[in-house]
């Protein structure tokens, strides 16, 4: 089922609306993870360079499941990763309240 382009439009500008977000989050959550205020820059440069790894690799790496497979094999790739991101940011979430 193809969309029209103005919903195509929509959808796009939510997701970069969304995805927009990470870099602000990751900012306001060094202070917080990091073990000690002398670990802030590194854990701010490791935070980003993990970011930027993954806007990187991932969609090359989900474009070449969808060459090699078709695009049904993607969700196969995809859908893990967001409830292992969601684990990660509780398990962070837990580190940070102890």
Request: contains cysteine; glycine residues 12%; charged residues 0%.
């Amino acid at each position: 089922m193809a969309l029209f382009a103005p919903a195509v439009l929509v959808l796009a500008a939510i997701s970069l609306g969304i995805g927009g977000l990470a870099p602000g989050a990751l900012y306001a959550s060094a202070p917080h993870t990091s073990p000690a205020p002398a670990n802030l820059p590194t854990m701010i440069g490791l935070l980003q360079q993990a970011s930027n790894l993954g806007q990187f690799a991932g969609p090359m790496m989900l474009g070449a499941l969808a060459a090699h497979y078709g695009w049904p094999a993607v969700a196969f790739a995809a859908v893990p990763v967001a409830p292992a991101g969601a684990m990660a940011c509780l398990l962070l979430r837990g580190a940070d309240n102890q």
